[in-house]
């Protein structure tokens, strides 16, 4: 049985699943080169590792450069849609919703012969006034999403749901960022900007402590590498949210390469039984 330094048994930890949200950064995607170059040096750092891991991916980013999306699953890696263009779900009305996200499953879905089961909303904006998502993903095919951020958030945040895997009453199962309470605080301390900024004797702490639940998962973007990217004000966030977003990025393979020292997680898709039932738990505002 693993053990602590001072020999006490350790908490049981799932192995952590890589996720990786293939995005460009800038505003107009034409002005983005870097991300190509910054997503392939990220398959072939997995490759090294032999780390299999789900890779969500745009559909303009897809239509524009669909070899990253063979490239993923030549590797081994499971592919899911990140939305059409990574508008966020709280300005999409339901026509706009359904139509954009059956068209970026079907162009997937041609580029890697296969269904696409997984979902990832941008920002994770699937929130209390837009749980109608989950009925339409169902219908689509979507057999589970991992768009939900089960506290409150500075972007979108829903405060209430389960902290672990749960099913929605339309049968989608959601697998949440996993977040961890630090006081009145709660963060998800597995990805993105908090994975780059946080030291990692935070981080190491805050997983030792709170594991993750039985479906851990760490979500990146291309630009959370992309050390040579210059600095530029991202419009909406100011200068000082924009340097939040350039911080850490040369530590975080480092990072990554502490956090699978032993091992990683399947690919999301393999992970669904993990999830509670419907009805396991009560869903804010959602009719069981």
Do not use: Q
Request: net charge negative; glycine share 10%; charged share 20%.
């Amino acid at each position: 049985m693993p053990t602590e330094h001072d020999g006490r048994p350790a908490a049981v930890r799932a192995p952590v699943t890589f996720s990786f949200d293939v995005e460009p950064h800038r505003p107009d995607p034409a002005d983005d080169t870097s991300y190509p170059v910054v997503t392939r040096r990220v398959y072939e750092w997995l490759a090294e590792r032999g780390i299999r891991g789900t890779v969500f991916v745009v559909g303009t980013t897809a239509l524009a450069n669909p070899a990253l999306v063979t490239e993923a699953v030549a590797a081994g890696h499971e592919v899911g849609l990140h939305s059409w263009d990574h508008t966020p779900l709280t300005e999409l009305s339901p026509e706009r919703f359904t139509d954009e996200t059956r068209r970026g499953k079907a162009l997937l879905e041609d580029l890697v012969g296969e269904a696409i089961v997984g979902y990832r909303a941008p920002t994770f904006s699937l929130v209390r006034r837009n749980v109608w998502v989950t009925d339409v993903l169902a219908e689509l095919g979507f057999t589970y999403s991992s768009s939900v951020l089960p506290a409150r958030s500075p972007l979108h945040g829903f405060p209430g749901l389960p902290r672990e895997p749960f099913t929605w009453p339309s049968g989608l199962v959601e697998l949440p960022c996993p977040i961890a309470r630090l006081g009145p605080l709660a963060m998800p301390f597995l990805g993105g900007v908090y994975l780059r900024v946080l030291p990692w004797p935070l981080v190491s702490l805050t997983w030792r402590v709170n594991g993750g639940g039985p479906a851990p998962l760490t979500y990146c973007h291309p630009y959370d590498f992309d050390t040579d990217e210059p600095f530029w004000v991202v419009p909406g966030t100011g200068r000082l949210g924009s340097r939040l977003l350039w911080i850490g990025r040369g530590r975080m393979f480092a990072k990554l390469e502490r956090l699978f020292a032993h091992g990683a997680g399947p690919p999301l898709r393999e992970l669904l039984h993990t999830a509670d039932p419907v009805g396991a738990h009560a869903i804010p505002g959602v009719p069981s």
